[in-house]
């Protein structure tokens, strides 16, 4: 989960960023009066969209590893209270 985790969380925060960065953008050309592209015709916004869900991808692949090294067959660990010596 360090690892994968790491990596997912930043690239999905990177995505998220750029898109919000577009958006507002757009919003203040909007609000300007000034004539902007649509978010969809730039290249930008689809790069964001491959850092969202490539980063989407590593944090669960990440959870996934972790739940899986965590679940590992241990020796059981017994608290034994009373010993009864049964003699047959």
Known sequence: M??????????????????????AQKIYGLSQGVKVREVVDQPLFFLALVALVIGAQLFLTGFIAELMTSNQAKEPEYKIDEEINLDF
């Open 2 to 23: 360090h690892f994968f985790g790491l990596l997912g969380t930043l690239s999905f925060f990177t995505g998220f960023v750029i898109t919000a960065w577009l958006i």
